[in-house]
């Protein structure tokens, strides 16, 4: 059966009662409920699973729900797991200290992945800016960074670049985007650097005279559950889950249906939560179910209604006009409100389709194309809220500890100013081909830093006049 345009229109108001729900004052007490947000994903997702059972086969329904279970069981067993380690002290909260967290999560998110790196950073950096006044900021780049452009180097890093090795991508290949990894990043600490600058010349003295005095040395509480998160990752890594393709084929073995690899991760998080020190989770972590219960519940809905708009992607992507701009732009634009994950596949497989560019390949698909599919998924899944997984878990995180974060479409304007630029600087210096597109994107590069210099400036300003 052939999907038509309107198959996708459960899904966009899906998007729209998440954007605007909150924001209607008529809504928005009732949109906190948990009900509530179970009500509409439930509502709008399960007509659509039906439909789709019928016009496509039970085959359809069933891959995105089995997607379902290993996205919140590995989402589920990180942050438990994330909850019982604490870096115990505090340093001071100035632009230089939390630029330099930051970085370290990059790092570290392409090697734990950034869902691990978000959930095991997101509570120290809000501890250790916990006197300060403006926070926002800071909790928007930690997504921006840990959460999603830091996990670009391995395929531990984002679940898109796991599903590329599964295909035959080589583990090392992601290496290759070293460059581009480090330009973007680099240009997104900068640009935080030079707003927290801006921001803490606007600290009252009150806050930062606390923050000072609350100076304490660093140390790790809960360095046990290090084990735990060893575990998770290796599981991903090497344990097989449940093989839909198999069992929609009708070839399945009984080991086909054991999601080993879930069951190994939910085990890990049961230890951790168990026979972990209660006193890092409970009492400095202050560990609650909220966050995870909020992206459980919203992702149902999401996985439900993303059923057609997935088929219908499918059906009209030969007829793109695909080059290695607009496989990055499609890639990345769809990443944004898809789940990464299939989005990436679909671009994968058509990738290896369409008239061969000339160069290397790499797993049957050209290379040149693999770099725009893969930067595409892994750098815009940052674009909004729902892109990647990890995003809505620091936001629920930050709002739990009384940060008061942007509504959908606010985060959406924000990552128009601070990293929608950054991404396209980079596509002009390192995937399109014409020299006066390079020589674009070295200009907006540097418009961007002399904007930061311009930050930087104004924050001292104002610092000298306090």
Not at 124 to 132: F, V
Not at 136 to 149: E, G, R
Not at 164 to 179: A, K, Q, S
Not at 313 to 327: G, H, M, R
């Amino acid at each position: 059966m052939q999907l038509q345009w309107w198959s996708v229109l459960p899904f966009a108001a899906m998007l729209a009662g998440i954007a605007v729900l909150p924001l209607v004052p008529a809504t928005s007490h009732w949109w906190e409920r948990r009900f509530s947000q179970l009500a509409v994903a439930l509502v709008l997702g399960v007509p659509v699973a039906v439909w789709m059972w019928l016009a496509l086969g039970w085959q359809a329904v069933f891959a995105s729900v089995v997607e379902y279970g290993q996205f919140i069981a590995l989402l589920l067993a990180l942050f438990i797991v994330s909850g019982g380690i604490f870096l115990k002290g505090d340093i001071e909260a100035t632009p230089r200290n939390n630029t330099a967290f930051l970085a370290v999560g990059a790092v570290l998110a392409s090697f734990v992945g950034t869902t691990g790196a978000a959930m095991l950073l997101i509570r120290p950096l809000l501890n250790t800016n916990a006197e300060r006044r403006y926070r926002v900021h800071t909790v928007l780049f930690a997504i921006f960074i840990i959460a999603n452009c830091g996990g670009l180097l391995t395929p531990l890093g984002d679940p898109p670049l796991f599903l590329g090795f599964l295909r035959g991508v080589p583990f090392t290949w992601t290496l290759h985007l070293l460059p581009e990894w480090l330009f973007v990043n680099t240009m997104l600490l900068a640009g935080y650097f030079a707003l927290d600058v801006y921001y803490y010349a606007q600290e009252p003295a009150a806050s930062v005279r606390l923050d000072r005095a609350e100076i304490e040395p660093l140390g790790l509480r809960g360095a046990a559950n290090f084990v735990w998160f060893a575990v998770i990752i290796a599981a991903v890594a090497f344990a097989p889950s449940v093989d839909a393709e198999a069992i929609e084929a009708g070839r399945a073995t009984a080991m086909d249906w054991v999601p080993l690899r879930e069951i190994i991760m939910l085990a890990a998080a049961l230890c951790s939560y168990r026979f972990g020190d209660r006193r890092a989770r409970f009492e400095d972590n202050q560990f609650e179910w909220e966050p995870i219960a909020e992206v459980a519940t919203l992702f149902i809905g999401i996985f439900l209604t993303m059923i057609p708009a997935l088929h219908y992607l499918d059906e009209v992507a030969p007829s793109l006009p695909l080059n290695e701009i607009t496989f990055f732009t499609f890639t990345g634009g769809l990443s944004s409100v898809l789940d990464n994950a299939p989005t990436y596949v679909t671009f994968f497989e058509m990738a290896g389709r369409v008239p061969h560019p000339g160069g290397a390949d790499v797993a049957g698909v050209p290379e040149i194309y693999l770099v725009s599919v893969s930067l595409g998924a892994v750098l815009c899944g940052a674009i909004t809220y729902i892109g990647n997984g990890p995003n809505f878990m620091v936001k629920s995180v930050a709002e739990a500890r009384g940060v008061d974060m942007p509504s959908f479409g606010g985060y959406v304007a924000k990552t128009l100013i601070y990293l929608v630029p950054v991404l396209a600087a980079m596509v002009c210096l390192f995937i399109a081909e014409p020299v006066w597109a390079r020589a674009a994107g070295a200009v907006l590069a540097a418009a961007l830093l002399a904007n930061d210099a311009r930050l930087i400036r104004a924050g001292r300003r104002l610092a000298l006049q306090d």
